[in-house]
């Protein structure tokens, strides 16, 4: 017993030490992201983001990739969860009905789409879900999911294909999207709206809402939960109908990814916030942290992304996330530009 307990503590402290260097690197962006913001009046996070790209080639060094890939992920979900102090139910019900609609009738026409896509295009009609949903709901996540509700040979190819591509593409939204919703006459919520029911990942969600203003960046956030709130009804629908092409085999459903922990956070801190459970102080101390955790996030995922990833997904592959891409941005600004 005594020698079990001894074990942890010397797991942990291996586990950490094989985090540093990744972590040291992407702590030295954040900084180095921070200080131009502070000199020059950009968003830290575009800062962060540019950096990172610059310095892709680390992702290839191993000693690099576990604390990249803890901060790309791991922080980013702990931000996330910790938004949830700056969000109240109150602000949810803001948004109305129209909102939840538009975002359903978005990621049920994008997972379609992208289906009817993948049948014109002559290619197997499963690649247009797994595409359409990781395009439709929140990008990496919901791509390794679906591909365990709906195995098959080259399920693993396809997922880092799709990944690939929605990476590059998201990132590419995260810098386009405000400036064209500027330009198109939205107010602040109604961008928030627009980034949050349009863009992949939810780092770049945040990212592309806060370097607008905090009330984007706080629309945004709830919109796209929104959005990742429809992954476990929607794996577990392919999941069904998976197990009835494949004569009730339920492999596929058993290994179904569960609604992500840090959006249960999420709401419960939303939920401590808005009963004034939470000290004041404390909501800005975390609401800080929050930050900083963030521009960590983008700086790791700009590590990550590299140019020549979409170039070998194949045409095929682009072409297809890419139009899918096109599609639930132009029907979520056509919503909202239609009064919805």
């Given at each position: 017993m005594?020698?079990?307990?001894?074990?942890a503590?010397?797991?942990?402290?291996?586990a950490?030490q094989?985090?540093m260097p990744?972590?040291l690197?992407?702590?030295?962006?954040?900084?180095?992201a921070?200080y131009l913001s502070?000199?020059?009046?950009?968003?830290?996070i575009?800062?962060?983001?540019l950096?990172?790209m610059?310095?892709?080639?680390l992702s290839?060094e191993?000693?690099?990739?576990?604390?990249?890939?803890?901060?790309?992920?791991t922080?980013l979900r702990?931000?996330?969860?910790?938004?949830?102090?700056?969000?109240t139910?109150?602000?949810i019900?803001?948004?109305?009905?129209?909102?939840?609609?538009m975002?359903?009738f978005?990621?049920a026409?994008?997972i379609g789409?992208?289906?009817?896509l993948?049948?014109?295009?002559?290619?197997?009609?499963r690649f247009?879900?797994?595409s359409?949903g990781a395009v439709?709901i929140?990008?990496a996540?919901?791509?390794?999911?679906i591909a365990c509700?709906w195995?098959?040979?080259?399920s693993?190819?396809?997922?880092?294909?799709?990944?690939?591509?929605?990476?590059?593409?998201?990132?590419?939204?995260?810098l386009?999207?405000?400036?064209l919703?500027?330009?198109?006459?939205l107010?602040?919520?109604?961008?928030?709206?627009f980034?949050?029911?349009?863009?992949?990942?939810?780092a770049?969600v945040?990212?592309?809402?806060?370097t607008?203003?905090?009330?984007t960046?706080?629309t945004?956030?709830?919109?796209?939960l929104?959005r990742?709130?429809?992954?476990?009804p929607?794996?577990?629908?392919?999941s069904?109908g998976?197990a009835?092409?494949?004569?009730g085999d339920?492999d596929g459903?058993?290994r179904?990814t569960?609604?992500?922990a840090?959006?249960?956070?999420?709401?419960?801190l939303?939920?401590?916030?808005?009963m004034?459970?939470?000290?004041?102080?404390m909501?800005t101390?975390?609401?800080e942290a929050s930050?900083?955790?963030?521009v960590?996030?983008?700086?790791a995922?700009?590590i990550?992304?590299s140019?020549r990833?979409?170039?070998a997904a194949?045409?095929?592959a682009?072409?297809?996330?890419?139009?899918?891409?096109l599609?639930?941005?132009?029907f979520?600004?056509?919503?909202?530009?239609?009064?919805?």
């Amino acid at each position: 017993m005594i020698a079990a307990a001894g074990e942890a503590p010397r797991r942990w402290l291996a586990a950490g030490q094989s985090l540093m260097p990744g972590l040291l690197a992407v702590a030295i962006v954040t900084l180095a992201a921070t200080y131009l913001s502070d000199h020059y009046g950009a968003p830290a996070i575009v800062f962060a983001l540019l950096l990172g790209m610059a310095l892709n080639t680390l992702s290839a060094e191993a000693r690099y990739t576990p604390g990249i890939a803890f901060s790309a992920r791991t922080l980013l979900r702990i931000s996330v969860a910790l938004l949830g102090l700056r969000i109240t139910f109150q602000q949810i019900g803001a948004l109305g009905w129209s909102t939840a609609a538009m975002v359903l009738f978005a990621v049920a026409g994008t997972i379609g789409f992208g289906w009817c896509l993948a049948r014109a295009m002559k290619t197997d009609s499963r690649f247009g879900v797994l595409s359409g949903g990781a395009v439709g709901i929140c990008g990496a996540s919901a791509a390794m999911a679906i591909a365990c509700a709906w195995p098959r040979r080259d399920s693993e190819r396809d997922t880092v294909i799709v990944i690939a591509c929605i990476t590059s593409l998201s990132t590419i939204a995260m810098l386009a999207y405000p400036a064209l919703a500027v330009a198109a006459g939205l107010d602040h919520q109604e961008i928030g709206r627009f980034l949050g029911g349009s863009i992949h990942d939810v780092a770049q969600v945040v990212g592309a809402g806060f370097t607008v203003s905090p009330e984007t960046g706080d629309t945004a956030t709830i919109v796209k939960l929104m959005r990742v709130a429809l992954l476990l009804p929607v794996v577990l629908l392919i999941s069904m109908g998976a197990a009835r092409f494949a004569r009730g085999d339920m492999d596929g459903a058993a290994r179904v990814t569960p609604l992500p922990a840090f959006l249960a956070v999420f709401v419960i801190l939303a939920g401590a916030n808005g009963m004034g459970i939470v000290p004041a102080w404390m909501a800005t101390a975390l609401g800080e942290a929050s930050r900083w955790l963030l521009v960590m996030s983008v700086a790791a995922l700009g590590i990550k992304t590299s140019a020549r990833d979409l170039i070998a997904a194949g045409r095929t592959a682009v072409v297809m996330v890419a139009a899918e891409t096109l599609f639930i941005a132009v029907f979520v600004l056509a919503w909202i530009e239609l009064g919805g």
